[in-house]
Nanobody
Framework: VQLVESGGGLVQAGGSLRLSCAAS????????MGWYRQAPGKERELVAT????????NYADFVKGRFTISRDNVKNTIYLQMNSLKPEDTAVYFC???????????????WGQGTQVTVSS
């Protein structure tokens, strides 16, 4: 399974960006997808996740009310709409997928390559 992120960039504080992550591959089922971020010198942290079945979402407290995660199951794609961005949101944003291999029935985690989000003050 490959994950390809897009949509990062440079934006001023208070602005918006929309990230996308598309999953591709053969013989897999995605249970859950999510966004994580890692700022320089800091550990990677969860931003938001969404289940592909019921669409249950989970958000980190620091993005509640500002970020919205959504999915398109037909396209195996998730989105992260980021509004009211702050300089402290500056980080590399990674997409993650929790995947079942339909041939082996095993669970795997896959990560994208990351996309840079920079918020200027």
């Amino acid at each position: 399974v490959q994950l390809v992120e897009s949509g990062g960039g440079l934006v001023q504080a208070g602005g918006s960006l929309r990230l996308s992550c598309a999953a591709s591959g053969r013989r897999f089922h995605i249970n859950k997808m999510g966004w994580y971020r890692q700022a320089p010198g800091k550990e990677r942290e969860l931003v938001a996740t969404i289940t592909t079945g019921g669409g249950t979402t989970n958000y980190a407290d620091f993005v509640k009310g500002r970020f919205t995660i959504s999915r398109d199951n037909v396209k195996n794609t998730i989105y992260l709409q980021m509004n009211s961005l702050k300089p402290e949101d500056t980080a590399v944003y990674f997409c993650k997928a929790d995947v079942i291999n339909l041939d082996s029935a095993r669970l795997y985690d896959y990560w994208g390559q990351g996309t840079q989000v920079t918020v200027s003050s």
